[in-house]
C-alpha cells in the first residue's frame, strides 16, 4: 500500500497557466507508450476528427450548445471509453460498472457522443441528433439526466458532479468493505469524474476534494479538462491559482498530461494508474484546447455558441473531410469501438461468474447483497420504530432519534452523516461505526473503516447533500443516505437538495433546531423562510413533526417514499406530548383533525393549524378559546403541506372545512408565504425583519408566540371577521 | 513590491494535525520580541487569566454558550485589541478603521469581551453580562450583529465571514485606487479575519480564498484559531489537508505562531508583518489549545457548553483568583486598555487632519468622497435610465443593461461583478474596467487596477455574494455592489442573500434565465421554486419586470432601497413590450392593473394576473377571452408581491377586486406556492416534477404554457365557478 508518487510535470508553481495552449503540437508528451493500446495511431486520428467534426455539426444544426469542451476533450473520451472503463454498453446498469460523472455537464454531447459510439442501444445517431432539437423525448438535454440509458446522475450546476462522484466513490469503497470476500471481489468499480476549470472553483467541489483526500478514496480520479477558458475570457481573469498543489495539499495524487487534445496513449496510462492508486484518489491534470481546430480555438468564444457554417466547414476542410457531408461516422471509426459491447458483455459475464460462486461460498451474505442490489429493505423495518414513547415533553430531534436509531442500528442500508453536529442532531445508535480510511485513528480516539456507516462530512453541508446524492444514485436503494444538521444550514446544502429531489433519489435529511424556539444562536440561524423554499421544491417531502408520534410519522413516510428525498424538520426545545391525538399513520396525509369542535359536520368557529414544535400552542390556544370564550374551535395538525396536497378534494375539504365557512387560522413561527392556500389568517413571522438571540421561550414571547398573546390575536381576528372588517381575497398575517 | 518570505514553521507537510496542542509549554516560540511591546509580559498574564476566567463566567451564568473558542483565542485578541488594529473605540464608524470580522461568530464573547475591555460606550459590563439572558435589548446576542457598536458584518453560517472580508479588503483597495493621493492616503486600513477550523471547511470560504489570492488582496490577513477541534471531536475526523500548502498554493503567504495561547509577542509580530504584506494577502495560522485551562481543554466538549460550576471554581483556583468571586476585571487589566480610547482619538484626529489638508489639495475628489461616504448618490441617477426604449420584442435582461448600464458607467458607487457569465447578463458597460491586481494582463488580454469597478468573481455564486455584502457593509452607501449570474444559480448564493437581507445591506441581484423560457439548458437550470424562497425572505425584494419599461422601475426600486437588498430577475429570451400600459413608477406598488374591463368599478368577470417574462401572456389570454369568449377580463401586472404587501388595504383591494367576488387568476411557469394570496386559481408548474430540456418556445408548449393551452384552462376553470364546484378555499392550480 505504498503511495504512488506524484508525476506532475507542470512543476509547482501553477505553470499550468503560463504555457502556450493554443499550440498543443510543441507539447511534449509527459506519459509514453502504454501497454494497453494495441491499435496504430492512425485510427486514432480518424476518430479524434470524426468525433470532433461531430460535435461541431451537433451544435450547428440547430446553432446552438456546448462544442468547445467536448471538442477539446476528444482524447480523453477515446481513452475512457476506449481503453478504460469498465462498463456494457448493452447493460448499462450493471452493478460493478465503473461509474462516469460529467460534472462540468454543459459538454453532454461529449457523453452522448461516446454513448453512441460505443452502442448504448437508445443512444441511436437519430436520437445524438435531437441535441438542442424540439422532440420532447429526446435522450440528449442540455445536460445528462440520470433517467437516461448510460448516465449515473444527472449534472449541471456546476460542481456537484464532483461531491456526485466522491458519494459514488463512498458507496463502492462501502459495499466493497462490506460485502467483498477474498477472492470474491464483488465490488471492484472505479469512479472517473470529468471536471472543468468552473468546477473547481465552485465550494461544494472544493469541499468534497477535501473530505476525498481525508478519506483517501482511492477507487476515485477527477480528470481536469484544462482548456484555462470560461464564459469570461481565460481563467486567469479569476483564478491564478496552483491548482496541481492544492489538489496535493487535500491529499490526492496528481498526474499532469501536456498534450490532452492527442495524446490518447499518455492519458491511458496516466488512467490506468489512477486505478491503480493504492492511498489517494487520483486529480489528472489534463492540458487541453477548447474548441480545438475551429476558428475559436482556445478562446471563450468557443464554450457556449457554435462555430457558424464557414468555420465548420473549415474545420472539415483541414480535417480532410467533406464540407457538404454531416454527421459523418464511417465505418473504421464505429470498427474502432465495435469491440466494446463483446467486451461488456464479457466483463458482466465473469462478473456473474464470480457472483455465483460467491453466491455459493457465502449464501447469507449473498442473499443480503442482492437484497440490497434490488433496493429491498428488510420486511419488519417498520416494527424497528417504538410503539410508544415516554410520556413527557420530549424535543422532536430527540424523537428523531428514537425513531430512527434502531432502524439505522438494525438496517445497513442507512448510511448516516453529519455536518459536525453530531452531539445536536441524535443520529447515532449504540454501536455505530465510523465510515473512515482503515487504520485512520483520530487524535480523539475514534477508528473506522469502509466498514462503518456514519459519515463525518466536516462542516461541509453542500458536499454533505451532494455527497449523499451520489450515494443513493449508485444503485438507487443499495444506500439510503441521511444526512443531518441544523434545519437553517439546510439554505447551504439546498442546491444539492434540489438536484436529490429533481433526480428522485432517495436522501433523508434530519434537519434540527427548526424554528425561533431554537433561541440564543439568533437570527442567522433561525429559520424563517427556509421552509418556503421546501415546501414549493417539488418531488420533496418537508415534514415537521409535533411530537414522537409524529416524528415516528415522519420517518415512516422518509423511509416509504423511494423516489422522493425528506427533510424531517424536528425542535432543538422540548415539546408536550399530545397523547392520544396526534397520530403517526395520519401523518402520511399530511394533514389531519385532531380535535373537532362538536360531532362531524357540525357548526364550529373555527379551526386552528397547528404545525410541528408548535402544535401545542395551537391545542392549548384552543382549549383557551373553548373554556374562556366559548368559541368551537377544531385543531388540525398538519406536519406536511405536500403529502396534504395529494390527498383527495374531500378529504381536504372535510379536514379544513373552509368550504362550510369555517375560517382557518394556521400557526408557525415563520413567514406566512405557503400557507395561504389552507388558511385564512396566519399567526406568523412579519417579513420586514429576521429573528432574534433570546433564549428559547423569549424569543416565542418576543414574537408574540406565547400563548395569551396567541390568544388575543385570534380573538381580535375573529372580532374583526364579526364585523365584516374581513372581506373575500383578505389574507392576514396576525403580527 | 517584493513579496514576503513566508515563515512558516510547520513545514510542508501539515505537521499542524501531529503536534501536541494541549501542551503548549513545550512548544517553542517561532517568532521573537517584537518592538512594538512595551508593556512586560506579566501584564499580559493577568489579562489573558482575567480574559480567560471572565468568558467562562459568562457562559457559566446561564450554563450555555461557546467558552471554548473564546478562551483559547484570548492571546491573538490581546494582540489585534491592543498592539496592531487600528481603531477608535468613542467613533466607532470612524471611516479609515481596520476592519475585524469574526467569521468563528459563534465565538462572539471573544470580541464582546475585548469591546468592553477597550472602552467602546456601549459595552458596559452589565451588557457583557446579558449574553444568554431573557434581555431582549442585549447587544451580545449568540453571533456578532452588524447594527451594534463595534461589529462590522453579521456572522454566524460559518464560512461566509472569510467572504465578507474579503468583500471589505476590495472595498479598501478600490476605494484607495479612487480616492488616494501621493502623500494622501486618505483610504489605508486592514482587514483582520478570524477564522476556525470550520470555517476553513466550508465551500464559500474555499471560495473566497481563492478569490483573494487572485487579487493579492495584501490589505487582507485571515487569522486561523487553530485549535483542530470541532462539535464532533478533532479535526482529523473529516479533515487531514496541510492548510498552509493549500494556502500557499491560492497565492497566501503563510506564517505560523506555534505558541497561540501565550506567545503575544509572537503573534504581534506576524500580524505587524501581515499588515506590510505588499503582494499577496496572509494567513496566519495560530496553534491554540480550545477552552485552556478547563477540564475539557482542547476537547470537543469545551466548544458549546459551559463548563459546570466546579471546573470554573477549578480554573479560578489554578489561575490564582477567587472561586467565589465573578466576573472579575482588576484596574490592572482596565489600565492595560486604558490607552485604546485615547489612542483611538488621536488616529481619528490625524485621518481629519489629513482628511482637511486633502481636501484642500483635491476639492472635486474630496468633495466626491465625502458623497460616498454619506451614501449618497448623484442627484439625478435616476434620469440617466432612458424615457423611451426600442418597440421591439426585447429580453429583459437585455432591458436590464439598457436600463442599468448608463447608471454604472456614470455613478461610481457601483461595483458590478458576475459569476463568469459576462456575455448573459449584460452588465457591462461602454468603457468598464475591471478590478484586478495592478500589472496583471490576462491571457486574454485584458489589463485592470483596483481602480476598476467590474469584479470577475469566477464561477463562485456564492462567494460573489457574501464578498458584495462586504462591499456593501465597509461603510453602508459608499460601495453598491450588484451581482449578476442566471437565477438558478441564486440557490448557491442564497445564504449570503440571506445575510445582506439580515444585514439591511443594499447589494442588487441581477438575476437572468428566470423562467422555463430559459430553455435547452434544461431542469437542473430552470428555476420554478427559487422564488418562493426570495418572495419569502424577509427584507428583500424580487421583481420580474415584464418588458423594458418595467425593468427601468424594478431598477429604480432596487436603487432607492437603501436598507434592502434585491434580486431583478429577467428573461433570457424576448418579450414583447406592452407599450402604453407598463408603468415603471407602478412597479413600486409591487402590482398595478394594466387592463380594466370597464370603467373603474364596474362589473368584471375574471382577473388575469400577469408576471415578468409572461405578463404578454396574460394580456394576450385576456384579449382572447374577450374576443372570443365575451369575458370581461381584467389584467394586473404583478412583478413583486412584497412591495405590493407594503400598500395599503385599500390599494391592494382596489387592484384584485376579489373582495367583489371577481376571482384572480396567475400565469407564472413556477410552482404556485405564495399566489395563493393574491389568486383564486393559478396557471402553474406541477409540484410533481422539474422542467424540461426544450428550446424556449417549446418548453413553454410542453408545459401547456402557450396561448391556446392557457386560454383553454381559464375557460375549464370559470366553468367549474360557474357550475359551483368551486367552493370557498379552493385554490386550483390549473396544470
Known sequence: MAPISTRDLAGEHGDNNSCNRLDHKQMSKSVTTPAVIARPSKDHDLVLKTFRLLIADLCQQFKGGHPGGAIGMAAIGVALWKYVMVYSPTESTFFNRDRFVLSNGHTCLFQYAFLHLTGYPSMTLEQLKSYHSKRSDALCPGHPEIEHEGIEVTTGPLGQGVANSVGLAIASKHLAATYNQPSHQVVSNHIWCMVGDACLQE????????LAGHLRLDNLTIIYDNNQVTCDGTVDLTNTEDVNAKMRACGWD?????????????????????????????????????????????????????????????????????????????????????????????????????????????????NEFAKRREGQLPADWESLIPEDFPNKATATRASSGLVFNPIAQKVKSFMVGTADLTPSVNMTWEGKDDFQFPGLKTDCGINGSYKGRYVHYGVREHAMAAVSNGMAAYSPGTIVPVTSTFFMFYLYAAPAVRMGALQRLQVIHA???????????????????LAALYRAMPNLLYIRPGDSEETAGAWTAAVKAKHTPSIISTSRHAVPQITGKTNRKAVERGAYVIEESLSEGGKADLTLIGVGAELSLAVDAAAILRQDHSLRVRVVSFPCQRLFDKQSRDYRRSTLRRHQGIPAIAIEPYVALGWERYADAMVCMSTDRFG????????????????????????????????????????????
Not at 695 to 713: H, I
Open 254 to 366: 496528481v498526474y499532469t498530461v501536456e498534450d490532452g487534445c492527442f495524446d490518447i496513449e499518455g492519458i491511458v496510462t496516466v488512467l490506468n494508474q489512477a486505478r491503480s492508486a493504492a492511498t489517494k484518489p487520483t486529480f489528472v491534470n489534463v492540458h487541453t484546447v477548447i474548441g480545438l481546430g475551429s476558428a475559436v480555438a482556445g478562446n471563450a468564444k468557443a464554450h457556449g455558441v457554435a462555430f457558424g457554417e464557414s468555420d465548420v466547414a473549415n474545420m472539415k476542410r483541414e480535417a480532410g473531410f467533406n464540407p457538404d457531408e454531416y454527421f459523418v461516422i464511417s465505418d473504421a471509426v464505429y470498427d474502432f469501438f465495435s469491440d466494446r459491447i463483446s467486451n461488456g458483455r464479457r466483463v458482466v459475464d465473469e462478473w456473474h461468474n464470480l457472483l455465483e460462486s460467491y453466491e455459493h461460498q457465502y449464501p447469507d451474505l449473498a
Open 511 to 529: 434537519a434540527t433546531h427548526d424554528s425561533i424556539g431554537m433561541g440564543e444562536d439568533g437570527p442567522t440561524h433561525q429559520p424563517l423562510e
Open 203 to 210: 465550494g461544494v467541489a472544493l469541499e468534497a476534494i477535501s
Open 692 to 735: 432574534h438571540s433570546l433564549p428559547g421561550p423569549q424569543a416565542y414571547e418576543y414574537f408574540g408566540f406565547d400563548l395569551n398573546t396567541v390568544v388575543q390575536k385570534i380573538l381580535e381576528y375573529m372580532e374583526r371577521r364579526h364585523r365584516g372588517l374581513v372581506l373575500a381575497g383578505d389574507f392576514e398575517e396576525l403580527l
